[in-house]
């Protein structure tokens, strides 16, 4: 049998974090012009892009007369990974598409555009483990930044269990050799929670305070995703006057 890879020595992890420290996050607001709304995130070494199109109208096979329909696509590109990755979409890019859209879907207002279709594009130019939930939080600000009505900006992060340890946003490393990573995402404002995945075992206790420690770093994800907000439109205001 291999021995466990030792990921935390006198108590600090790979990139010197604690176990319940989050990685430096940046969020930047409107980048692309040419969409209806984008961002660009990084999240310790996770390098992402969003960018929203519509709602557009659609009389296509799939359209709700109800409500938009939302699309998203994950894509990692070739050079993301530490190894050139094959740039045709991944059963995994698949998946995670998916769950994207699905930790998504229950923020926004779909109602308000029936015969439409708002499409979501996430480009991963480089990760480093934590990149779906990344997503999240990227493409949430997106949809904001396209004016979407929401409930509530979403955002996510991964807890899960190395070395033993109970630790907060996992790495590349960790999220291969650690023993559980399960990434959650959050709806703060009505205390529910849209994504919730695992990876590995957990005990109960160990899973409940999984979800308090998730929740607690989301309060703090999302003032980043505000004040990322606010400081495009303060900075549009000064451009008008
Ligand atoms: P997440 O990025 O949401 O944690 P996974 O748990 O599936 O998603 O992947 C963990 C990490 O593994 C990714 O962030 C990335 O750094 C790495 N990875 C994923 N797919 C590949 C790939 N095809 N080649 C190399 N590394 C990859």
Not at 38 to 53: F, P, R
Not at 167 to 180: H, M, P, R, T
């Amino acid at each position: 049998m291999s021995a466990e890879p030792q990921l935390i020595v006198n108590g600090k992890r790979t990139d010197g974090r604690g176990p319940t420290d989050l990685r430096p996050l940046k969020i930047d607001v409107g980048i692309i012009k040419n969409a209806a709304g984008s961002s660009y995130i990084e999240h310790g070494k996770n390098k992402i892009y969003a960018a929203v199109y519509g709602p557009k109208d659609s009389h296509r096979y799939g359209t709700s007369m109800e409500k938009a329909v939302i699309r998203c696509r994950y894509h990692m590109s070739p050079f993301s990974t530490d190894e050139r990755k094959n740039p045709q979409p991944s059963r995994r890019e698949i998946e995670i598409s998916k769950v994207i859209r699905d930790a998504l879907e229950p923020a926004l207002l779909l109602e308000n555009f029936p015969k439409t279709i708002i499409d979501v594009f996430i480009e991963v130019l480089q990760s480093d483990g934590g990149s779906r939930s990344a997503s999240i939080t990227a493409a949430s600000v997106a949809l904001a930044d396209a004016g979407i009505p929401m409930r509530d900006l979403v955002q996510a992060v991964a807890v899960g269990k190395v070395n033993g340890t109970l630790v907060l946003d996992l790495n590349d490393i960790e999220d291969k050799e650690g023993e559980a990573d399960m990434p959650v995402a959050f709806m703060l404002n009505e205390n529910k929670i849209t994504l919730l995945q695992m990876d590995g075992k957990m005990t109960v206790e160990e899973f409940k305070a999984g979800i308090t420690m998730a929740m607690e770093a989301a309060k703090k994800i999302k003032e980043i995703q505000k004040e990322a907000l606010q400081r495009k439109y303060a900075q549009a205001g000064e451009g008008s006057r």
